[in-house]
């Protein structure tokens, strides 16, 4: 069993540009969570899909947009990219409805150069 | 609004010392989850334990218990006979009820165990 997959690892971007990280769930897993994680701080909840929609959503901008495909893989899209966008976005896999034994990728590193 | 608090910013202890963690929350809700996760350098966010608040016998998994006390919404994590593996971020966690997919976690413990 593979776990939760992310990729790339690390990313720079420059400010104003578009980024795409990707998410590949735990094997059995349908739902998946995108948090943020800055330096020195807790994640925070970005989205989470499930049946290809958007079903829940924390406090971020429209420029965080997602996707689910019916694989369940998903993709976090970022558009015109802010210096405060740099952090770990880390990708969280689960059962429907079982966010309480969510499994964890390693993160993607973004920075906004 | 739904917080967590972990008043600690780093800890350490010597190897097979026991070591705890704090952590407050405030919530309106009853039937909430909480957690411990540790984030080693690695990144990836590991599930150490889980407690139900309905739940009034404290979570235990091997070395590691919680101490929580529902009354005060203090939700403390105990580790016993530490390890140098131990060493690694811990966070705690918060779901305020089953339906509501966002874990809110607090800004973490950076614990180092000493050979």
């Known amino acids: 069993d593979a776990g939760v997959t992310q990729s790339p690892t690390h990313l720079i971007k420059t400010r104003g540009q578009q980024v795409t990280l990707r998410c590949s769930p735990k094997?059995?897993?349908?739902?998946v969570s995108w948090y943020q994680q800055a330096l020195g701080q807790g994640p925070q909840f970005i989205f989470q899909?499930?049946?290809?929609?958007?079903?829940q959503r924390g406090n971020f901008p429209d420029r965080f947009s997602g996707h689910q495909f019916p694989n369940y893989s998903s993709e976090l899209n970022v558009n015109a990219l802010l210096l405060g966008d740099s952090a770990l976005y880390l990708c969280?896999?689960?059962?429907?409805?079982?966010?309480?034994?969510?499994?964890f990728g390693q993160g993607t590193r973004l920075t906004v150069v | 609004a739904q917080t967590v608090t972990q008043s600690q910013p780093e800890m350490s202890v010597q190897e097979a010392e026991t070591v705890t963690l704090s952590c407050t929350y405030d919530?309106?809700?009853?039937?909430?989850?909480l957690f411990w996760y540790k984030q080693p350098p690695s990144r990836q966010m590991i599930l150490v334990i889980r407690?139900?608040?309905?739940?009034?016998q404290n979570a235990t998994e091997n070395r590691f218990s919680v101490n929580f006390q529902k009354a005060a919404k203090s939700f403390s994590l105990k580790i016993s006979d530490s390890q140098l593996g131990d060493t690694a971020m811990y966070f705690c966690?918060?779901?305020?009820?089953?339906?509501?997919?966002?874990?809110?976690f607090g800004t973490g413990t950076r614990l180092t165990i000493i050979p």
């Open positions: 969280a896999s689960s059962f429907n409805w079982g966010a309480s034994l969510a499994f």
């Open positions: 094997s059995g897993h349908d739902t």
């Open positions: 899909y499930y049946e290809e929609e958007e079903r």
């Open positions: 919530t309106s809700e009853n039937n909430y989850y």
């Open positions: 407690q139900e608040a309905y739940k009034q």
């Open positions: 966690a918060f779901i305020p009820n089953f339906g509501n997919e966002k874990l809110t």
